[in-house]
């Protein structure tokens, strides 16, 4: 994956097509205006998922895994938004990634390559997954049209579902297909990495990712009467079989000029340098939401000396610094390696999926046991130890015994007696550090107290901020999106009776409502 983290190519790719022949003398062999879908589907992948890491500095504020060291900061942990915490949401799923990848299945087409057809079907669809549950209504059956149509309409979201389904769907008829079939393989290495960066060519992966993607998307409908807790898990069943499956990239070494290539958590990036934990998830580990049971994980996903703060409160202590620097303790996690991993969907994550569809189908036996593997799969994650620079942490070890303590232990129901919604989500929750589709998990549950115990509405000075109370349930639309395609934002704060941008914020998105 080195090199293509960041998806340079993609970056030169929307002028391969842009431009027609004029005369063959004036041919710049140079800058090509076409190319093969290999070199095409690195910078689709890449930034398809840089997408989810760009969202990924705004929502964990919204979902509590971090807050802000400085008191009353505003537009962070106080639910204070603006157009333009979105804009990389929304210009990443459409111009450095989805826009692309039209261009890449008709060169597939062309050629014969039905393997890069189905992972383009399968990237659009996490693309529109992302961007629809982050921001609600989006543009598809006439977004990508370049200079045809500047001002596409936006779908409604439940349209966008089912289109989610329809490409996951063809995405695995295409993968499905003999390699035989194929007039470029999957994935090269010769004479340079090329093709599929994500599983290195491995089609089975790409099938289960598609099968995982359709039981998140169906999990996020509970408040549905359509909602079918047996068809959830027939595809967990097809979906990720190990954490060898899961959907991530794993950060490469800063080679200038590309500095970010690290992590988008990192010290090297150092996005998150006035962010601290928040108490709500230090409670979780530190033995105080589970008296006398201190969880394997503290020391690990956070240093044992973090103390945690509330949203809004701030917090001055010293504790909440990195051991031995000057940096804030988020960089003494091990979520903020410079050479760590971004996950996208994980084998943990289909797990817990598949707890809470066997809770609500009533077979609490075969919940509990889904929800112990997701704890495992998760902490094995992190198991191995040892130390990274930057920053110059050194993580200790977590044993298979230790591990299997924490399981047995009073953190984790023992019974399918004592099994409860609760005890799922929060062990999710822990799981889905920093992910954004922890978000999704909190709106379709209303941020309910009685499951997520340690959750709490920002500190203020004074008042009870621009939400009045409310949590929020969508991002605003992308600064570009207001200032080029403003019929259509405003069609869809009409839609939903906004009456400000605070408001809108507030209204429930179509997969959160009955």
């Known amino acids: 994956m080195k090199r293509y983290i960041l998806g340079l190519i993609l970056l030169s790719l929307p002028a391969l097509t842009a431009c027609e022949k004029f005369l063959d003398v004036n041919n710049n062999p140079n800058n090509p205006v076409s190319s093969t879908p290999n070199f095409i589907l690195p910078g689709i992948i890449s930034n398809g998922i840089q997408t989810q890491m760009f969202t990924a500095l705004r929502t964990p504020f919204i979902t509590q895994y971090v807050v802000s060291r400085t008191a009353n900061s505003g537009g962070n942990d106080q639910y204070f938004f603006t157009n333009a915490q979105s804009t990389n949401t929304f210009n990443f799923s459409y111009f450095q990634s989805g826009g692309n990848i039209p261009v890449m299945q008709k060169a597939a087409v062309a050629e014969g390559s039905p393997y890069y057809v189905g992972a383009g079907k399968i990237m659009q669809a996490l693309i529109l997954a992302h961007a629809t549950d982050m921001l609600g209504n989006i543009p598809y059956s006439e977004a990508y049209q370049g200079g045809a149509n500047f001002t596409p309409k936006y779908d409604s979201q439940q349209q966008i579902y089912a289109t989610i389904n329809q490409l996951l769907d063809e995405g695995l008829v295409e993968m ?256 889905m550090f920093l992910n954004p589709d922890s978000w999704s998990d909190l709106r379709r549950l209303d941020f309910d107290p009685a499951i997520y115990v340690n959750f709490q509405y920002p500190v203020y000075s004074s008042g009870t901020g621009p939400l009045l109370g409310k949590y929020p349930r969508r991002l605003l639309p992308g600064a570009t999106e207001v200032t080029v395609n403003p019929n259509a934002v405003a069609a869809n704060y009409a839609e939903v009776g906004a009456t400000s941008d605070q408001d809108y914020v507030t209204k429930p998105l179509w997969f959160d409502m009955p």
Request: hydrophobic letters at 40%.
């Open 176 to 431: 499905l297909k003999p390699a035989s079939a194929n007039f470029r393989p999957l994935y090269s290495t010769s004479p340079s990495e090329s093709g599929d960066i994500l599983y290195k060519g491995d089609v089975v992966k790409w099938q289960r990712l598609a099968y995982a993607l359709k039981a998140r998307q169906a999990q996020h409908l509970t408040k549905k009467s359509s909602y079918d807790p047996a068809a959830v898990l027939a595809l967990c069943a097809k979906a990720f079989q190990s954490s060898a499956d899961d959907a991530q990239l794993q950060y490469q070494v800063a080679v200038s000029p590309l500095a970010n290539t690290t992590s988008i958590f990192g010290p090297t990036r150092a996005n998150f340098g006035g962010a601290t934990f928040s108490l709500n998830l230090i409670k979780y580990l530190n033995g105080t939401t589970f008296p006398g049971v201190t969880d394997p994980r503290f020391g690990v996903m956070v240093p044992s000396t973090s103390t945690g703060a509330a949203p809004g409160a701030g917090t001055a202590s010293t504790a909440n610094l990195t051991p031995g620097s000057t940096l804030t303790d988020f960089y003494g996690g091990w979520y903020a390696r410079d050479l760590g991993y971004f996950e996208v969907i994980t084998y943990h994550e289909v797990k817990f999926i598949e707890a809470e569809a066997y809770f609500r189908a009533n077979n609490k036996t075969a919940a509990l046991a889904s929800l112990k593997e997701g704890i495992r799969a998760h902490i094995r994650k992190m198991s191995a130890g040892g130390t990274f620079s930057p920053p110059a942490v050194t993580f200790p070890a977590i044993t298979s015994a230790q591990i299997e303590a924490y399981v047995a232990s009073a953190a984790v129901p023992q019974t399918e007696a004592a099994l409860t919604l609760r005890a799922i989500m929060e062990q999710k929750y822990i799981g």
